[in-house]
């Protein structure tokens, strides 16, 4: 069974709201998922009091809102444009950037840049007034969102700050003082709600066509590095039906929270370890399972020092298989646009959905470092995944977003039109690029 959301995430936040007796909050996100707060602040604008967004992409919805926007961003590298394209096109933002930092969507920007940030939140949230909220500490789960309160003042609603491995942990303290803070889970927001949907793809299949190539037998302990939302580990623990121990091991807590908590809503976490730790570092023995999984993570870290541990955890005669996201391959946008913009939203890298670490891989060197590894009875697969509307319609729209942000107005003409068409007709879709390869550890 996966998670299928049947309601608008902004219905069930105003269920939640309601059941605590919220007519109006202060709201933080992240980047990745934009649909968290777009609806809310779409359909019920008298609730957001003011919207803190970290290193947000250009969206025109945001123009409403820019007398209570706050743009925290980094400065450097690729995901330092967007936010400086929004903050061009709302000059009444306000912007709080953090110097020679660069804010992927994995850096854990508050646990490293705290000190820096709560000021700049707390003085922003001071210049827009609400009354104090009566809520005593609790949690709890209304309408498929979890929420933790802490904390006494107006209320703060903090969204899931994209994959942040501490979230906004380090800062609940400070800001609690001052705001009752709401910490916000579950399935349908955050980087959650996005693996979630990725298991309801195509990108399951793919998935599954790189579990085939591994061989699991009954019996073999399977690891997986990196399990995020649990997608891929609750594949496993249906497909072995209790036959394998599955070991999950993620650097990042909210993800191993979320991840056993699905688990254990669908009945599987009995069959299943989780365990805090790093893929640079993978805190298990020497030859200790049979089948090492690393899918989508090689891109996040340094994919070296990655494969290495896997390697070393993997017994001989052992199956080792990564996936990774695609730099170096075109998307396929099926929209019917003129040869010149194709061959624009074609280009590889047009459309960057997280990037990737300087160490990273995030392209066909995935093939040459299995091979340089002296990993055996080699396959090596690039796929494409179709991103359609009628299973994720979140990530669709964050795709068309990031696309309509690199385009100019005569451009932006041309794929809204094109776009119309397809969506019209039934044939829009966008397909991302992975690589993936599965190698056997000589015995």
């Not at 854990?108 to 003085?123: F, K, S, T």
């Not at 793809?201 to 037998?217: C, E, F, M, P, Q």
Request: hydrophobic share 45%; aromatic share 6%; charged share 20%.
């Amino acid at each position: 069974m996966e998670t299928t959301p049947t309601r608008a995430v902004e219905d069930c936040l105003i269920e939640m709201f309601q059941s605590r007796g919220i007519t109006q909050a202060h709201i933080a996100a992240g980047q990745l998922v934009p649909g968290d707060w777009l609806g809310l602040a779409a359909r019920y604008p008298e609730r957001v009091a003011s919207l803190i967004l970290v290193s947000p992409r250009p969206r025109a919805e945001l123009r409403g809102l820019e007398s209570r926007l706050l743009v925290v961003a980094g400065d450097k590298g690729l995901s330092a444009q967007g936010p400086a394209k929004l903050l061009a096109d709302l000059p009444s933002a306000a912007a709080y950037i953090l110097r020679d930092y660069e804010c992927l969507p994995w850096a854990d920007v508050i646990a490293e840049r705290g000190a820096d940030i709560a000021p700049a939140l707390l003085h922003f949230l001071d210049a827009h007034p609400l009354p104090p909220a009566s809520l005593p500490a609790s949690e709890g789960e209304v309408g498929g969102i979890t929420y933790r309160i802490r904390g006494s003042g107006p209320p703060l609603v903090l969204m899931p700050l994209d994959l942040a491995p501490s979230q906004w942990e380090p800062l609940i303290p400070e800001l609690g003082e001052r705001y009752c803070t709401i910490t916000l889970g579950g399935p349908l927001v955050g980087a959650v709600s996005l693996l979630e949907g990725r298991g309801r793809s195509g990108y399951l299949s793919v998935v599954r066509t790189v579990l085939d190539l591994a061989h699991i037998k009954p019996g073999e302990v399977v690891l997986e590095v990196g399990g995020g939302s649990g997608v891929v580990l609750r594949e496993l623990a249906r497909r072995t039906a209790g036959a394998n121990r599955i070991i999950d091991v993620d650097i990042n807590p909210y993800l191993l929270r979320e991840a056993a908590a699905l688990a254990q809503r669908e009945g599987l976490a009995e069959r299943m370890t989780f365990q805090k730790g790093s893929a640079e570092a993978i805190p298990l023995a020497a030859d200790s399972v049979d089948v090492a999984l690393s899918i989508t993570v090689m891109e996040e870290g340094d994919a070296h020092r990655m494969l290495t541990e896997l390697l070393r955890v993997t017994r001989p005669g052992g199956r080792i298989a990564a996936v990774v996201r695609s730099l170096d391959m075109p998307w396929w946008v099926n929209v019917p646009l003129s040869p010149a913009l194709r061959a624009k939203v074609d280009r590889p890298g047009f459309i960057r959905t997280a990037g990737a670490d300087q160490a990273g891989c995030a392209d066909a060197g995935l093939y040459r470092r299995f091979s340089n590894a002296g990993l055996s009875n080699l396959t090596f697969l690039p796929q494409l995944v179709a991103v359609t509307p009628g299973i994720e319609p979140a990530r669709l729209a964050a795709f068309e977003s990031q696309i309509l942000a690199d385009l100019t107005a005569e451009e932006t003409a041309e794929w809204q039109a094109a776009a119309a068409v397809a969506k019209a007709d039934g044939t829009f879709f966008i397909a991302s690029p992975f690589h993936c390869a599965v190698g056997t550890k000589p015995a």
